[in-house]
């Protein structure tokens, strides 16, 4: 069997798990149709599609409230933001607070700094991950049982255990405050995770693909290059995302670890609440513009996340 | 598009960006490396992000006349803590100069240089007394203040200076409505004006500062005797924790978790008439506040032993690992020249008696005599000097505090707050 045709097949097969779902019966008229078992949001009962899109609301405003209320606070004046009691929409809607933010000093260097050591952090976790999952679970050693729980376990040590004495050894051999060295910071607390969610990953994609495909003349790492990863891109599209938001928004290493030259954002935006007050207008307004892209990345790439979360959920 | 075009592309655009990041990384986005321990004239000053404006104005000046060149690392204060602490114990700064809360004085006394040369006997006429005692740690100053607070009284000068107020307020009380100087004044006029949905005052259950205060108005030294005795029960502790509680009816509910911003926010929405607050809070208050323009500054209140307050100083100081120590000492002696620099500053505090002197009749500035007061006040003193100090404020006073203003029993809670803290001091 060819390659090509092994892939297509892995498609059918994936294609096929997701058709046997049930899905939304409508009415040529588009609504839905009466006496059809229907789940979901769709579901007949009007009971429980009313209970359903009551939990869904709640969902909604549990998890969006607080983005919209910081953004919303973000475009109110200094008086309105510290209302009491507090005000959800601005009495008077200003952008100052976004040219205070963007003004002050050492914040476009400090997203430039963000970019740089999240893209280097991601990376670095992939290219160590993806190799390091496939051979646990391609080759189910005791010792790379071992190996993955014990990766497990660093995600259980508190960072500010290894924060410091990281800071001091990069000081050691010269990299204090570089991009570079909080990068490797933030990939011992995404490698783990990495690790985790590739092998995963990979357990859902069938050993005989690439068997076929080593029958048909490709070397292991072949195998791995041309028929497995190309299967998981959306598994490494979901890793790359929690791996650039592990970096994008960690704090306590870019804390201990940075200075002049590669200060991160959040901790300019932590600079904002001083001994003396805090300054709530301003650290909205920079918190909202640092999170645009990630919100941009994950509507990027979000049919490759969800195309990697249902990969890992069909698996066995 | 297949898979394998996907990757192809992915592949290709994550290594441009590899190239690109990697060799942007060679110099980094902030600036100059922190390397902090070369010799040259150009320094590293470490320094709480609200501090950093206090200092601005000042690197410029001594840019110009002494040549050094200051850069700022700003850091939230937390964070600050973090950082000296593991940057002092691994003996490896980043930074020639830092800027230490007072009450890091005696966590990090061992980790910085003498600056004797720099406290002279003009120096020293100049700084308040609270201040060169607390910078001189066993025979050696070893922090230059660079700016200091201190809590006064700001009021509500419109409604002080209502007719129909001061009126009533003479009918109920027997005397003049005025900025209040004693306990009973100030409990008294935080009673009359708790009404039509206002406050007289707040009450801060979540901050212990202002209960200090408080203590040393009373008598007596806060928590710690000169001999490092525990003194947290003794009547002076009582007396000032009842009268802090004794202002709960007058103030607004859930006093246990107001803190400093809550109890700002509360005056400067004109929640409150009075406030006892750190003196920069005047000068801070947003134009389009319901209160601003309206505000009146007085001295702290005294007790039985008078006017006192907390100083809330920030110390320049020199890390005995820099090997930038001339050009520090240089900074430090130029930020001292120029305090009055830090006035023009969005916080607009300074060290020196001196540059408040050259403010306080300007308008605007009518904080500065009423501070002036209370720092120069022979009660006033700063806070213990123990390591053990943040530690014994988390885990002691501010639950101690919390439940008396929640209706606790004063005595029982200041015994039991005596053990806790003989516990964590030995």
């Known amino acids: 069997m060819s390659i090509a045709h092994k892939e297509t097949t892995m498609e059918t097969r994936i294609t096929t798990t997701t058709a046997a779902r049930p899905t939304a019966v409508t009415s040529p008229g588009g609504g839905p149709r009466r006496g059809v078992n229907r789940e979901g949001l769709e579901a007949g009962k009007r009971s429980t599609r009313t209970i359903l899109w009551i939990l869904l609301a709640a969902s909604l405003v549990l998890y969006g409230f607080p983005f919209v209320y910081l953004l919303l606070t973000s475009f109110k004046t200094p008086i309105d933001t510290i209302a009491v009691p507090p005000t959800i929409l601005p009495k008077e809607w200003t952008v100052v607070n976004y040219m205070n933010a963007l003004g002050r000093g050492g914040v476009v260097a400090s997203i430039i700094n963000s970019v740089q050591t999240a893209v280097i952090s991601t990376l670095l976790s992939l290219l160590l991950a993806v190799p390091a999952a496939y051979g646990i679970t391609r080759y189910k050693t005791l010792s790379g049982r071992v190996f993955i729980m014990a990766a497990l376990v660093t995600r259980m040590v508190p960072p500010v255990a290894i924060g410091i004495p990281l800071a001091s050894m990069m000081a050691s051999v010269g990299m204090s405050d570089t991009p570079i060295a909080l990068a490797i910071a933030h990939t011992t607390i995404s490698l783990p995770l990495s690790i985790w969610l590739m092998s995963s990953f990979f357990e859902a994609v069938p050993r005989d693909l690439e068997e076929a495909a080593t029958v048909d003349g490709c070397s292991r790492l072949g195998a791995l290059w041309r028929v497995v990863v190309p299967v998981v891109s959306g598994g490494i599209a979901v890793t790359a995302i929690f791996a650039f938001l592990a970096s994008w928004n960690e704090f306590l290493f870019a804390l201990l670890m940075t200075a002049i030259r590669s200060q991160t954002t959040p901790v300019v935006i932590a600079n904002f609440q001083t001994q003396f007050g805090l300054d709530w207008g301003s650290m909205t307004a920079l918190a909202a513009v640092y999170s645009i892209p990630v919100i941009l990345l994950t509507l990027l790439l979000q049919r490759k996340i969800v195309a990697g979360m249902t990969l890992g959920a069909v698996k066995g | ?426």
């Open chain 2, 1 to 426: 598009m297949s898979s394998r075009k996907t990757i192809s592309r992915l592949v290709a655009i994550g290594g441009i960006c590899t190239a690109v990041v990697l060799a942007a990384t060679g110099c980094g986005a902030g600036g100059p490396a922190a390397s902090g321990s070369t010799a040259s004239n150009t320094i590293n000053v470490l320094v709480e992000a609200g501090g950093h404006a206090e200092l601005a104005g000042v690197a410029d000046v001594c840019k110009k006349e002494t040549g050094i060149e200051a850069n700022f690392v700003e850091l939230p204060y937390e964070g600050l803590f973090n950082r000296l602490s593991s940057e002092f114990s691994s003996g490896n700064v980043s930074f020639d100069v830092a800027a230490l809360d007072s009450v890091w004085i005696p966590s990090f006394k061992d980790a910085v240089q003498p600056i004797d040369e720099l406290f002279t006997d003009e120096a020293k006429k100049d700084i308040f007394p609270a201040l060169v005692k607390e910078a001189n740690v066993n025979g050696h100053f070893i922090g230059m203040p660079a700016w200091t607070n201190a809590e006064i009284i700001l009021y509500r000068k419109d409604l002080f200076e209502d007719a129909k107020n001061k009126a009533d307020f003479k009918a109920k009380y027997g005397y003049e409505l005025a900025a209040p100087t004693t306990w009973k004044q100030y409990q008294d006029i935080s009673e009359f004006f708790t009404k039509d949905g206002m406050f007289g005052t707040d009450v801060k259950g979540a901050v212990e500062t202002e209960w200090l205060a408080h203590v040393l108005q009373a008598g007596s030294p806060m928590v710690l005797d000169d001999k490092n005795n525990v003194v947290i029960d003794n009547a002076a502790h009582k007396e000032a924790l009842d009268f802090y509680t004794s202002l709960v009816k007058s103030a607004p509910s859930g006093a246990a978790q107001v803190d400093w911003a809550a109890a700002q926010n509360l005056f400067n929405q004109g929640k409150t008439a009075m406030t006892r607050f750190w003196a920069h809070a005047y000068r801070q208050i947003p134009k389009d506040a319901a209160v601003f323009g309206k505000v009146g500054a007085a001295p702290m209140i005294g007790g039985s032993a008078g006017v006192a307050g907390v100083p809330g100083p920030w110390y320049l100081s020199v890390p005995k690992a820099t090997k930038n120590s001339d050009a520090a000492k240089k900074f430090i002696k130029c930020a001292y020249d120029h305090n009055d620099l830090g006035i023009e500053s969005k916080l607009g505090l300074a060290a020196r008696i001196s540059a408040f002197e050259k403010y306080q009749d300007k308008p605007g500035y009518e904080s500065f005599k009423p501070l002036i007061q209370t720092l120069n006040a022979k009660a006033t003193a700063t806070r213990p000097a123990t390591a053990k100090w943040q530690q014994i404020v988390d885990t002691v006073l501010t639950p101690t505090l919390q439940k008396a203003v929640a209706g606790g029993d004063s005595s029982a809670l200041l015994a039991e707050a005596k053990t806790k803290v003989q516990a964590l001091l030995k």
